[in-house]
C-alpha cells in the first residue's frame, strides 16, 4: 500500500548535522501521519518525532527536543528529520513510518504505526 524509502544518513562528528529524507509512494489517505524512529544496537525501537500530515502539528521525543526538527513537504510527499548538535548517543538505524488511523495524537509516540522503511544508518562518532 505504502512504500517508504529514507535516505541522508551517514557518518558525521559529533556536533555535526545530518537531515534525513523520507519519500512516501502508494495508495494513501487524506489525513495519516509520518514519524521517525531509532535502534541502536542491543535496544529496542524508540520514538523520535512525528508530524501529522494535514496540520502539520510536530512531537518529539525529550531526549531530541531542541535537536531535532521534523518537517513536511505535502507536495513532495516527503517528511524530514533535521538533526542538529548530533551526539554519539544518537547514533542508530533510523526508520521512517507512516500511520493512517489513530485515537489521538499521543499515539503517534509509539510504534504502532502501520508501515515502515527499511531504515537509514546514522553514525555520530566522537
Known amino acids: 500500500q505504502v512504500q517508504l524509502v529514507e535516505s541522508g544518513g551517514g557518518l558525521v562528528q559529533a556536533g555535526g548535522s545530518l537531515r534525513l529524507s523520507c519519500v512516501a509512494s502508494?495508495?494513501?489517505?487524506?489525513?495519516?501521519?509520518m514519524g521517525w524512529f531509532r535502534q541502536a544496537p542491543g535496544k529496542e525501537r524508540e520514538f523520535v518525532a512525528a508530524i501529522t500530515w494535514n496540520s502539520g502539528r510536530t512531537y518529539a521525543a525529550d531526549s531530541v527536543k531542541g535537536r531535532f526538527t521534523i518537517s513536511r513537504d505535502n507536495a513532495k510527499n516527503t517528511v524530514y528529520l533535521q538533526m542538529n548538535s548530533l551526539k554519539p548517543e544518537d547514533t542508530a538505524v533510523y526508520y521512517c513510518?507512516?500511520?493512517?488511523?489513530?485515537?489521538?495524537?499521543?499515539?503517534?509516540?509509539?510504534?504502532?504505526?502501520?508501515?515502515w522503511g527499511q531504515g537509514t544508518q546514522v553514525t555520530v562518532s566522537s
Open positions: 502508494g495508495r494513501t489517505f487524506s489525513r495519516y501521519a
Open positions: 513510518a507512516s500511520k493512517l488511523t489513530w485515537y489521538s495524537d499521543y499515539d503517534l509516540t509509539t510504534a504502532s504505526y502501520d508501515y
